[in-house]
C-alpha cells in the first residue's frame, strides 16, 4: 500500500471514531441520534479528504501518519467543545476550515523546495520578535488572568506566540546550521547567542508574566542547540541560566510568585487574603479555585470515565464549575469523560505525532532540515507536557493550549503551519532515500 493511500486508510478511521464520539454526545444530551452529529463528522471527514488531496499532489513522499493524528486531535477537541458549548464549536471548525487552508496554502507554496526560506533566516528572528512583543503594546495588547499574551484588533482576538514560534524555529533552523561548526567549539566568546536568547526568555517573561511561554521558548532553543553541536554542556548552562532568570523574575513578579504558591500549596485549611474579592479565604476557594476544581474533576473520572456527554461541568443552576475549560483546561474535561485510560491514549498520540517528528529529523539529509524538523516536533511535544504538566500540578500552571484540542484560533492555525512543515521536511527525506 503506497503512503497516500496508508494515509487515507487511517482518514476513514478518523472519520467513523469522529462519527461516534458526535453521536455519543448527542445521545447523552438529547438521548436521540441526531442526523447533525453524522453531518458533523461528514463535514469534518470531507475537510480532511481535501487536505489529503492537496499532500497527494504536493507531497506525495510524505509521512502517512500525521495528518490523520492531526485530525484525530482536532475531532476529539470539537467534539469536546461542542458537548461544553455548540457555539464555541461552530466557531472551532471555522478556525480548522482557515487552517487547513493555511496547511494546504503553505504545501502549495513551498513544495518546490522549502529550504530556502533559510534565506530569510534573519527576517523570522525579527518576526518572532515582533510578535512576542505586540501584546506589550498599550493600545492592542491585552491581559488575560495575569499574562499578557493576546492581541486584541477590533472582534478579533489572538494569541500572536503561537506564529512566534514557528517563525523562531525557523530562524534557529538557519543560524544554528551556519554556526553550529563554531558552536561546536566551544569557546567562551561562543555563547554569546546563548545569553542573547536566555535574556530575550527573561524580557519575555516579565513582559508576559508568564512562566510557561519563556519556558517553552527557551526549551525549544534548547533542543535545537543541542541537535546542532551534541554538547550537553550547553543544555546545562542554559537549563541553570534559566532557573536562576525565573527565580530573579519570581522574586520581583507578583503574578508569577501567585501562581508558584498556587502550584505548591493549592489548598488551606486557615484563610488567607484572596484578591479577587478583597476578602479572607481558603486558598481553594480564590486563587487555586480553577486548579482545585480541574483536579477534582480529573478524579471524578476514576479508570474508564463517565462517558462522553455525561461529565458534571456545571451546577444545578448552570454555572460553570472550572472557568475557561474548552480552553486551558480542557485536558480536565476529557479526563472526567474518559477516564484515565482515554486520557491515556490521547497522551500516547501526542507520543506517537512526536516519535513521527523525530523520525523526520534523523531521515533528513541536509542540516537545515534536521534542525527544522527537531524544532517542530520538540516545540510540539514541550508545549504539551507545559499545559498537561500544569494541570496535573507536575509544574506551575501556565495559559498554554494543547495542540490542535484547545479551543483557540490562532493556536490551531500555527499547529497545522507546524504539521506543513513536518510533512515538507519528510516527503524531501523520504524522496532523497528511493534514489
Known amino acids: 500500500m503506497s503512503l497516500r493511500n496508508r494515509e487515507l486508510m487511517n482518514l476513514v478511521v478518523v472519520g467513523i471514531l469522529t462519527a461516534l464520539g458526535f453521536a455519543s454526545v448527542y445521545i447523552a444530551r438529547q438521548s436521540v441520534v441526531s442526523t447533525a452529529s453524522l453531518s458533523y463528522a461528514g463535514f469534518f471527514f470531507a475537510l480532511y479528504l481535501a487536505a489529503h488531496l492537496v499532500c497527494r499532489l504536493t507531497v506525495p ?18 467534539t469536546e467543545i461542542y458537548r461544553l458549548n455548540p457555539t464555541d464549536a461552530f466557531r472551532q471548525g471555522l478556525w480548522i476550515v482557515v487552517a487547513v487552508g493555511a496547511l494546504s496554502v503553505t504545501l502549495a507554496l513551498l513544495r518546490t523546495d522549502y529550504r530556502r526560506l533559510e534565506s530569510y533566516k534573519y527576517l523570522f528572528g525579527l518576526g518572532a520578535i515582533g510578535l512576542l512583543m505586540l501584546p506589550a503594546l498599550p493600545v492592542i495588547g491585552e491581559s488575560v488572568n495575569g499574562a499578557r499574551l493576546w492581541v486584541h ?38 555563547f554569546g547567542p546563548l545569553l542573547l536568547i536566555w535574556g530575550g526568555a527573561m524580557l519575555v517573561l516579565l513582559e508576559t508574566n508568564d512562566l510557561g511561554s519563556a519556558l517553552l521558548y527557551f526549551g525549544i532553543f534548547l533542543a535545537m542547540l543541542y541537535v546542532a553541536t551534541a554538547r550537553i554542556a550547553y543544555v546545562a548552562g542554559g537549563l541553570g541560566l534559566f532557573l536562576v532568570g525565573a527565580v530573579g523574575v519570581w522574586k520581583v513578579t507578583p503574578h508569577v510568585q501567585d501562581r508558584v504558591t498556587i502550584w505548591l500549596h493549592p489548598w488551606t485549611t486557615n484563610k488567607v487574603y484572596c484578591p479577587l474579592s478583597g476578602h479572607l479565604d481558603l486558598r481553594q476557594n480564590c486563587q487555586s479555585f480553577q486548579l482545585v476544581k480541574s483536579l477534582y474533576s480529573i478524579g471524578h473520572g476514576e479508570y474508564a470515565g463517565t462517558g462522553l456527554g455525561k461529565g458534571t461541568f456545571a451546577t444545578v443552576s448552570g454555572r460553570p464549575i472550572i472557568p475557561d475549560l474548552n480552553t486551558d483546561f480542557i485536558y480536565s474535561a476529557l479526563a472526567q469523560e474518559l477516564g484515565l485510560i482515554g486520557a491515556a491514549a490521547l ?89
Open 347 to 435: 497522551l500516547l498520540v501526542y507520543m506517537i505525532f512526536v516519535l513521527r517528528g523525530m523520525r523526520i529529523s534523523l531521515l533528513a539529509q541536509d542540516g537545515f532540515s534536521k534542525l527544522a524538523a527537531a524544532g517542530l516536533t520538540f516545540g510540539f511535544a514541550l508545549q504539551t507536557f507545559i499545559i498537561v504538566g500544569g494541570i496535573l500540578r507536575i509544574i506551575p500552571l501556565t495559559g498554554i493550549t494543547l495542540p490542535f484540542v484547545s479551543y483557540g484560533g490562532s493556536s490551531v492555525v500555527a499547529n497545522f503551519l507546524l504539521l506543513a512543515g513536518l510533512l515538507l521536511i519528510s516527503n524531501r527525506a523520504n524522496r532523497e532515500m528511493l534514489r
Open 61 to 78: 513522499a510524505a509521512d502517512p501518519y500525521l495528518l490523520p493524528m492531526a485530525a484525530l486531535l482536532t475531532a476529539i477537541g470539537v
Open 153 to 190: 484588533v477590533g472582534s478579533l482576538q489572538f494569541q500572536p506566540g503561537e506564529l512566534a514560534k514557528i517563525a523562531l524555529i525557523v530562524f534557529l533552523a538557519g543560524y544554528l546550521r551556519e554556526k553550529r561548526e563554531v558552536l561546536a567549539q566551544g569557546r567562551l566568546k561562543d
